[in-house]
């Protein structure tokens, strides 16, 4: 005889086979036990290289019929968030530029054995963005730089170069004040911000002029006699 059952119950169960008996044979009664098990469960994880300052989205997807939990482990943090419709995403914040690695894992429940993956993304460099603008002087003043809305969290410095020779390299302020330039021109400037490991170097091209001093004659006469 063949029982079949839809639905058993997961770990241990028991099973009562009775015959009855006929003029043959005397009735007669066993008991089975038979375990079991928990499905196998299955848990990818998903994640694109991302730009400096952007979060990073975290997909986690299981096998079909999974419910229940995951939990990911990014940069010695844990984050943990309930499955909907067989995918859970998370947005990490605050990575700086470098290769991490996410776990991921599945919890047990009870259907389902846990299960993980893992797998690695990079979080690059993004772009430095700043306003530069330089001060028209004559060859009797300073030239001066007034650098603004530089990207908040731009921890680099910055460098002042002209026709070859550097101006200034230091710290980022406002305003700069680099040495004369004793010859009248036009000039362009290469403002360079640098030195941030979260950011790309970035140049920007400043254009000034350096105008020539209308000079000031005094004349003066004596009074003579005729």
Request: glycine share 6%; hydrophobic share 35%; net charge negative.
């Amino acid at each position: 005889a063949t029982l079949t059952k839809d639905y058993l119950i997961i770990g241990n169960n028991s099973i009562v086979a009775i015959y009855n008996g006929d003029k043959n044979y005397t009735s007669a009664r066993t008991v089975g036990n038979f375990t079991v098990d928990k499905l196998a469960s299955t848990v990818t994880v998903t994640v694109v290289d991302t730009e400096y300052g952007i979060p990073v989205e975290v997909i986690v997807q299981v096998g079909e019929n999974q419910t229940g939990f995951v939990e990911i482990y990014v940069n010695g943090l844990t984050y943990v968030g309930e499955l909907k419709q067989g995918e859970a995403r998370f947005y990490i914040m605050g990575l700086n530029v470098n290769k991490y690695t996410v776990n991921v894992t599945y919890y047990e429940n009870d259907i389902y054995h846990s299960s993980k993956n893992s797998t690695s993304f990079n979080v690059t460099k993004a772009d430095i963005t700043a306003t530069v603008v330089a001060q028209n002087v004559t060859v009797e003043q300073n030239a001066s730089f007034a650098i603004n809305n530089v990207t908040r969290d731009f921890n680099g410095n910055v460098t002042i170069v002209i026709n070859g020779h550097v101006y200034y390299n230091g710290t980022v302020k406002s305003p700069i004040e680099i040495a004369r330039i004793i010859q009248a021109n036009n000039y362009t400037a290469n403002v360079t911000f640098y030195g941030d490991n979260n950011y790309n170097n970035k140049s920007y091209p400043v254009n000034f002029t350096v105008s020539r001093v209308d000079p000031t004659i005094d004349v003066t006469i004596a009074d003579v006699t005729y």
